[in-house]
């Protein structure tokens, strides 16, 4: 396969993927902020979707105080925002569409339909009542595109580069997430977190992940706790959107494009490292050793892994 065509489908699934934790991160904000609390606490909900996004800066330098309108306008429609879900939505067909013979029908249409209707949405429409209903159905695109990319795609070296970028995002937004507030997360809140905040913030933090519900079939018997969150969303493999998970399929993928090509490159090597150490580790240690360390290690080492790929299948 050429190499612009693995970068077309790796960055496809990529930007799809990413439109869709955009949008999560929104829903999040919104819920959060309806609850009655002071308006320093409400813009600090949307600040933080911001910051988990990495959108904080370019929001900022663009629009300088946080609100419910400038946020949600940011992330969703802004053309100059390179992670808003508009930009994502338009880069992910702008990838398909470069190797549209190369993709199914189905895949194809998911994609094509999705940004055409996108772009028929006048932002201006998109009042507050209403940004619940239009989060909802970007999250619903992005099922589609992903349950035409799993039932449609013939397994080969298009459908590992498609999943290997799908799960690379994921894992990324996942440490980000949890690196934004990972001091709600260490352990002494366990002892002192029976306040309001704490659960609010802990709730928050697995809505984001779609991991509220799961958590509770996790965990059946136990409350909320700082431990068994950071547990279920680092170590955790049977949640789909755990590090764990994540390299889980990354690894396995791997191995097969390694085999489809009948070599080893690389960046086959450091996924199989990644995964292995996430699969030996004990949350207890990487408390001692440090949470956030261990988040911006793991950030760091996934950017790099991604960073091999494209220098190893050469991503133009």
């Given at each position: 396969m050429l190499g612009r065509t693995a970068s077309s489908l790796f960055w496809m699934s990529r930007y799809h993927e990413r439109a869709q934790n955009i949008a999560k991160l929104l829903e999040v904000a919104y819920r959060?902020?309806?609850?009655?609390?002071?308006?320093?606490?409400?813009?600090?909900?949307w600040r933080l979707a911001l910051a988990s996004s990495g959108c904080e800066y370019?929001?900022?330098?663009?629009?300088?105080?946080?609100?419910?309108?400038?946020?949600?306008?940011?992330?969703i429609f802004d053309r100059e925002n390179p992670s808003s879900v508009r930009t994502c939505l338009e880069m992910a067909r702008n990838n398909a569409r470069s190797v549209r013979t190369g993709i199914t029908t189905e895949l194809w249409d998911a994609i094509n339909t999705t940004f055409i209707e996108f772009s028929d949405v006048n932002p201006q429409?998109?009042?507050?009542?209403?940004?619940?209903?239009?989060?909802?159905?970007?999250?619903?695109?992005?099922?589609?595109?992903?349950?035409?990319?799993?039932?449609?795609?013939?397994?080969?070296?298009?459908y590992y580069f498609s999943q290997l970028g799908n799960f690379v995002e994921r894992?990324?937004?996942?440490?980000?997430?949890?690196?934004?507030?990972?001091?709600?997360?260490?352990?002494?809140?366990?002892?002192?977190g029976d306040g309001s905040m704490e659960r609010h913030q802990w709730s928050g933090m697995l809505r984001s992940l779609s991991g509220l519900r799961s958590y509770r079939f996790a965990y059946p018997n136990a409350k909320l706790k700082a431990f068994n969150i950071a547990e279920f969303l680092i170590?955790?493999?049977?949640?789909?959107?755990?590090?764990?998970?994540?390299y889980d399929w990354i690894d396995e993928t791997a191995e097969d494009l390694a085999q489809f090509y009948g070599s080893r490159s690389p960046s086959i090597d450091m996924a199989t490292d990644i995964y292995r150490e996430l699969g030996e580790a004990q949350l207890r240690d990487i408390y001692q050793d440090g949470l956030h360390e261990f988040l911006t290690d793991f950030i760091g080492r996934n950017n790099s892994f991604a960073a091999q790929l494209a220098k190893d299948y050469n991503f133009t």
């Open positions: 959060t902020a309806m609850v009655p609390h002071s308006a320093q606490d409400s813009a600090s909900d370019g929001y900022t330098q663009k629009a300088g105080e946080v609100s419910a309108r400038g946020v949600t306008a940011y992330m429409s998109i009042t507050q009542d209403k940004l619940p209903d239009f989060l909802a159905w970007i999250s619903q695109r992005a099922h589609l595109f992903r349950g035409a990319l799993l039932n449609t795609i013939l397994r080969d070296d298009g894992a990324d937004n996942t440490a980000r997430i949890l690196d934004t507030q990972y001091w709600v997360l260490l352990p002494d809140n366990d002892v002192i170590l955790r493999k049977e949640m789909p959107r755990s590090l764990t998970h994540c």
